[in-house]
């Protein structure tokens, strides 16, 4: 083994065991025993990541930890950037906890003065990506865009204010909300909603102007806790736009597997950010993993909606192997 791959393969395993003691929250002798090492290795491991500066407030994958499968996507895909995790063995839950903490590194790296950043609130990872952000002491972006209407239940859309509004916060921006149903029954109450809400028209005409886009990218799962506030769509046109070759959606906008927008009456009836307004952003930043956001990940970099990609090491293998 090379020196400079002794180095890689020592980096990942300080990652690997300071993501599972601070994250996952195991104590040593439990990830000694799930990884196969002694309990003195992961100690010393915990305390070389500390000297490295992989832990700070929260585990910090470095970037760069699995470089030649990033810019092996970023070639393949012309994606500006790729941020890989190992989250192997890992539930929903905490794959997301680990996707989001990802995005956090990535996005302190970013430069924000002056800019319009798009923000998908009702997004799982993008709350859980807010919550793991730090402050930023010398940024003053200029406005934090919902890019969608509420969708669920009263305590997800309280949950989505509060995230941006911490967003705003942090990088001393303007937070503009969108306090309208993210799916409406029919194009008439869509338009009478609109008629009566200058806060919601103003949202709406700020996506034109976005710098920063963070997407949420969607499988066609049906989710009840989102329909009980009768502000998403049903299992019924779910099926439809599965028909009609939908594999995923990017903002609640439904792709075919080649990136596509698939034309129908429901894209009519979303409170949110067009697909076009979208492709304005410099950056596009969409976050996914698991091997449910496979089709949907593949659909948002082929339509070229996403431009930077942060996903497991799973979602990479599977995007590598797809061919042109």
């Known amino acids: 083994m090379s020196p400079d791959t002794h180095n890689l393969e020592q980096l990942r395993m300080m990652t690997k065991v300071a993501h599972l003691y601070h994250n996952r929250h195991l104590v040593q002798s439990e990830i000694a025993q799930l990884l196969g090492l002694s309990q003195a290795r992961v100690s010393r491991l915990l305390a070389a990541a500390e000297e490295a500066e992989i832990i700070r407030t929260v585990v910090v994958p470095p970037i760069g930890l699995n470089s030649e499968l990033e810019e092996a996507l970023e070639k393949k895909y012309g994606l500006i950037q790729v941020h890989l995790v190992d989250a192997s063995g890992e539930s929903d839950g905490q794959r997301a906890d680990t996707l989001a903490r990802a995005l956090a590194t990535v996005f302190e790296l970013l430069p924000l003065n002056d800019k319009v950043i798009g923000f998908t609130s009702w997004s799982r990872s993008m ?182 990609l942060v996903t497991d090491l799973e979602t990479a293998e599977f995007l590598l192997a797809q061919k042109d």
């Open 127 to 308: 709350r859980r990506f807010v919550a793991a952000l730090n402050k930023f002491p010398h940024a003053k972006a200029q406005a934090v865009v919902e890019l969608v209407g509420g969708i669920g239940e009263p305590s997800l859309q309280h949950e989505a204010t509060n995230a941006t509004e911490r967003l705003a916060n942090l990088i001393d921006a303007t937070p503009m909300f969108l306090r309208v149903p993210g799916v409406v029954a029919t194009t008439d109450v869509k338009r009478a909603i609109l008629d009566g809400d200058l806060h919601a028209r103003a949202t709406l005409a700020a996506m034109d102007n976005l710098d920063i886009a963070l997407i949420g990218i969607g499988n066609l799962a049906f989710r009840s806790e989102r329909v009980a506030g009768g502000n998403f769509f049903s299992q019924s046109q779910f099926d439809m736009i599965e028909s009609k070759g939908a594999v995923g959606e990017v903002d609640l906008r439904f792709l075919d597997a080649e990136g596509n927008l698939v034309a129908s009456k429901l894209d009519e009836l979303v409170i949110g950010v067009t697909l076009d307004q979208l492709k304005k952003a410099e950056r596009r930043i969409g976050v996914s993993g698991g091997a449910d956001k496979h089709l949907p990940t593949l659909a948002a970099i082929r339509g070229g909606y996403v431009n930077m």
